[in-house]
């Protein structure tokens, strides 16, 4: 027995709408083709972004690459810094040893000369002191600085307690950064 098929239950044939029945909207997948013009566009607009995008990261390239130039010779500049910080100071010393062999080379000498020749070192040693900016800390009659003197002992004694009586030895600074503390005998209130 052969049904008969209504021609709204055929496959690929619409069934027929009553009048007034509107037809429901395509589905988004099902869309016209693009508009030919559209196409050239949207492939010039990706062809230049493209090219931007490529000036963009040659130019990320070589911006990475001077950064990583400048920190490299930052270090190398640091490392000559640290290896010849010295270097003026020791061409500052280099008379001062000239003299002190001059000194014992001498087979001929008085002790009046030997004098001479010690006071013009010094003078030389302290020239290259100041050029190095290392100055002198010499804090007698000063009041203690737990910062730049180091109290060897204290000593009852009048005036004020905590003065530098007695320099046992010289302190140093170096640009006013302590190197060497002096070393000192304090007063100290009687009684105390």
Known sequence: MQENKQPSEIQGELPERPEGESVPPQPANEQAPPDMDTMPRLEETLRQLELKAAEHHDAWLR??????????????????????????????????????????????????????????TLKQLNAAFQNADLTEEDPAGQKFDPNKHQAISAIEAEGEPNTVLNVLQKGYLLHGRVIRPAMVMVSKAKGA
């Open 63 to 120: 911006a990475r690459a001077e950064t990583e130039n400048v920190r490299r010779r930052a270090q190398e500049d640091i490392a000559k810094a640290s290896k010849f910080a010295a270097e003026k100071f020791a061409a500052g010393m280099l008379p001062v040893k000239d003299s002190l062999e001059a000194a014992l080379a001498s087979e001929k000498q008085t002790l009046e000369s030997l004098r001479e020749g010690v006071e013009l």
